[in-house]
């Protein structure tokens, strides 16, 4: 089982960009089903993006599409967030998840379905 390392969090203005990483431990990285998930105070937990073990799939929410970018390294055993025009309401708590998968395909968007999570990178956006 792969253990995760988010980083890459901050405090930006509106309109800016962060780059969030997710480092896994482990040589079975490449078997993962990969997502990022975030939480706002007060408000549950909800899908970001999620991207297939070889990158041939990748799915992500209505409320971020076009702005935001999941990719991943296998040889690197990360997976990155390139969040571009932030807004205020991005303002949460990143989650990096993961779930050993045998189908090259996003099966759901359910945070349940996710075994192993990280600790999680603060990010902020200012008005």
């Known amino acids: 089982q792969v253990q995760l390392l988010e980083s890459g969090g901050g405090l930006v203005q509106a309109g800016g960009s962060l780059r969030l990483s997710c480092a896994a431990s482990?040589?079975?990285?490449?078997?993962?089903?990969m997502a990022w998930f975030r939480q706002a105070p007060g408000k549950e937990r909800e899908f970001v993006a999620a991207?297939?073990?070889?990158?041939?799939?990748?799915a992500y929410a209505d409320s971020v599409k076009g702005r935001i970018t999941i990719s991943r390294d296998n040889a690197k055993n990360t997976v990155y967030l390139q969040m571009n025009s932030l807004k205020p309401e991005d303002t949460a708590v990143y989650y990096c998840?993961?779930?050993?998968?045998?189908?090259?395909?996003?099966?759901?968007?359910?945070?349940?379905?996710?075994?192993?999570w990280g600790q999680g990178t603060q990010v902020s956006v200012s008005s």
């Open positions: 998840a993961a779930r050993a998968t045998v189908v090259d395909q996003i099966v759901t968007t359910r945070a349940d379905f996710y075994g192993t």
């Open positions: 482990g040589r079975t990285f490449s078997s993962y089903t």
């Open positions: 991207i297939t073990r070889s990158s041939g799939s990748k």
